[in-house]
């Protein structure tokens, strides 16, 4: 019996591949017969390729909807962020070109040195496997490669892009340039340019150009050549990506309809929406498509969805936003449920369900949207309505950072030399462990509060509880109040904390 490998029988140590004819047909659909060559052709690959078949014959088709360009955009752009197979090809052969151009590896030399002598590309024909398929972008290099003046020893002062063009692009069509030849160290002597007096005469703009570009003080400075599109200078496969890549229009709801809180099949079908491109009565109609202009639901005519999307995003705080797109995805994915039952299967709809199922979710989906609230009554009612509860807005760290800071400065001019700091952010702590983890624009006056620290008697620690439990407390009941209230007297809510204070009672809490 023969060894098998990969359902392939083996002679010698070569896996030998059955092979077979095929033939595709796509304006019919009879699938095109399989002739088989080798009996061995296992049973499981004549299945794969059968079904392949058929997919490729297949004449079904459905209605396009959003042209493949478009999904092949960028998230922020209103696309899916597919990638398109043919342009990471072209990034990869681009980045390969450059690596080319750029590398001092051997094999980057060996084929610059057959194919790129003198600054001019070789005209004859070589046999090759890597330069047809780098060649094209070859003049796409050549354009975005500028270099960073060294010792000078690798430039041409004529050919290569030193300045933002060569020099050679500054004449005109007819001169000649064919015989030009030198490099950028002929032109150097102790770290200034040296211009040749004709030169001088003939172009003096240029020369004024030349003279800008800045030399390096270093004689050991090699040169470098670095890709000018890109902020580092090197040109990764990600940067030559977006090279290549179209741009689109930014989308100002391109980003937020994929938000962790909507699933993905709602967001889905609200990308659809916002694209125009879903299967709606007024879209088959613009398809040529003879329907009654009526909504199935409500009797209505139909009216733009794209206008109430942006009702709600207008001068709202950050939770209304999370909330208005958890409404907005919510709503339209029940109500496209219910009129597809109804329209397709002929099924009722209870209105009361639907909404029990709207409010549901969403207040699911409040719960891991991140976004906080504003001190407005707008904010209190709507949050009271949907049942959501309202999420404050951290403190920022640069607070917490000012506070500590304006207490030890009042500590310094009081001439207090004892201090115990008791915080409840282990965020402080942890600045003054580590000074280098504040915000850049307050290191100066950090600095000075740290030196201040150094000159007392210091001593921080955490106290693991809210320093004042009776104005927590009454913080907690306004942001659940939507009405103006004054007591005249303590509200009974907040004696139980009176007393843990009089007591001195702990209020542990964990952060």
Wanted: proline letters at 5%; aromatic letters at 12%.
């Amino acid at each position: 019996m023969l060894p098998f490998h990969f359902g392939a029988p083996r002679y010698r140590s070569r896996i030998v591949f059955p092979y077979f004819d095929h033939s595709f047909s796509t304006n019919t659909g009879i699938r095109p017969p399989i002739q088989k060559r080798d009996s061995l052709l296992p049973t499981t690959i004549v299945f794969v390729v059968e079904n392949i078949t058929d997919t490729i014959t297949k004449t079904k088709r459905g209605v396009p909807l959003v042209s493949w360009k478009s999904c092949c955009a960028s998230v922020d752009e209103g696309g899916l962020g597919l990638r398109q197979l043919v342009l990471l090809n072209q990034s990869l052969l681009l980045k390969r070109c450059w690596e080319i151009y750029s590398s001092s590896a051997v094999s980057c030399l060996f084929i610059r040195n057959i194919f790129w002598r003198g600054g001019l590309m070789r005209r004859s024909y070589v046999p090759s496997s890597i330069w047809p398929g780098v060649k094209k972008f070859w003049s796409v290099v050549m354009e975005n490669a500028q270099w960073l003046i060294g010792q000078g020893t690798n430039i041409s002062f004529w050919r290569d892009n030193f300045m933002g063009k060569p020099i050679i692009d500054f004449f005109g069509p007819h001169t000649i340039v064919d015989n030009l030849q030198g490099y950028v160290a002929d032109y150097i002597s102790n770290g200034s340019w040296v211009i040749p007096d004709l030169l001088h005469f003939h172009y003096p703009a240029l020369c004024e150009l030349i003279e800008k570009v800045p030399l390096a003080m270093d004689p050991s400075v090699e040169d470098k050549v670095i890709w000018s599109s890109a902020t580092s200078g090197e040109l990764t496969a990600k940067n030559a990506f977006q090279f290549l890549c179209q741009p689109f229009p930014s989308m100002s709801w391109g980003k937020c309809i994929w938000s962790k809180f909507i699933t993905p099949r709602m967001s889905l079908l609200t990308w659809k929406l916002l694209w125009g491109r879903i299967l709606s009565d007024d879209f088959l109609q613009r398809r040529g498509v003879a329907l009654a202009s009526r909504c199935g639901l409500c009797g209505t005519i139909p009216s733009s969805l794209i206008e109430v999307w942006q009702v709600g995003l207008v001068n709202r705080s950050p939770q209304l936003k999370e909330l208005w797109l958890a409404c907005f995805t919510t709503v339209l994915w029940f109500i496209w449920q219910a009129r597809n039952k109804m329209k397709h299967e002929g099924q009722g709809f209870n209105v009361a369900i639907i909404y029990r199922l709207i409010v549901g979710h969403v207040q699911a989906a409040s719960r891991i949207a991140s976004g906080y609230m504003t001190n407005s009554l707008l904010d209190l009612q709507v949050l009271k309505h949907f049942g959501v509860q309202c999420k404050l807005r951290r403190t920022p760290s640069v607070i917490e950072v000012m506070a500590v800071i304006k207490a030890i400065e009042l500590a310094w001019v009081r001439d207090w030399k004892h201090v115990w700091l008791k915080v409840d952010s282990s965020l402080v702590l942890n600045f003054l462990q580590s000074p280098d983890l504040v915000p850049w624009q307050l290191h100066i006056e950090w600095g000075n509060c740290l030196y201040r620290i150094s000159q007392m008697q210091f001593q921080s620690s955490h106290i693991f509880r809210e320093g004042n439990r009776v104005a927590d407390a009454l913080a907690n009941y306004g942001v659940t109040s939507s009405d103006l209230t004054w007591w005249d007297l303590a509200p009974p809510f907040i004696d139980r904390h009176c007393q843990s204070d009089s007591l001195g009672m702990p209020n542990f809490h964990f952060c």
